[in-house]
């Protein structure tokens, strides 16, 4: 009975979801009144977002229909690096990418974080990409979470293998 309960904290999105959103943003695009000839466009190119315009501000129009498309299906805005943008010939581009994992420094923050103010007795192990956090009391793991939760970092972070 004395054995730990654990769970992973990480940081990843569905890459099919992103794929929806970015392909629900340019039938968007193509269809509104307000992107009508301005050559608007959204698109995936390996693993970089590309968006297109012939104006800054509808580019940066365009990436706000890509980011509400993303938080419909569920992705936290903190996996979208969106680049700043910039002007290629005649056209605008903004290029943005998803990031996943935790980086070490980040995974460090949180082991800090959990060691200072989460409750005695919980352990933290950094896995790659990937922080596991165990300890006896599942109570204590779920106090864990909340703390994490209200702690606003500069990733996302998800819940995973909790057992």
């Not at 903190?78 to 998803?98: F, H, Q, V, Y």
């Not at 939760?149 to 996302?156: G, L, M, N, T, V």
Request: cysteine-free.
């Amino acid at each position: 009975m004395a054995s730990d309960s654990s769970f992973d904290v990480v940081s990843k999105y569905d890459a099919q979801e992103v794929e929806n959103a970015i392909n629900m943003a340019a039938k968007e695009v193509g269809q509104r009144f307000d992107f009508k000839g301005t050559d608007s466009s959204i698109r995936k190119s390996g693993e970089l977002i590309e968006i297109e315009s012939s104006g800054e501000e509808r580019a940066k129009a365009v990436l706000d229909v890509f980011q509400g498309k993303l938080i419909k299906r569920g992705i936290s805005l903190k996996a979208l690096d969106a680049g700043e943008p910039r002007l290629s010939g005649k056209m605008w581009k903004i290029t943005s990418s998803m990031k996943s994992g935790i980086s070490q420094e980040n995974a460090k923050k949180l082991a800090k974080l959990i060691r200072d103010e989460g409750p005695k007795g919980v352990k933290t192990q950094i896995q790659g990409d990937e922080m596991r956090v165990s300890s006896k009391s599942r109570d204590d793991l779920q106090a864990v979470q909340r703390l994490i939760k209200e702690a606003d970092y500069d990733f996302a972070v998800q819940f995973t293998n909790y057992r």
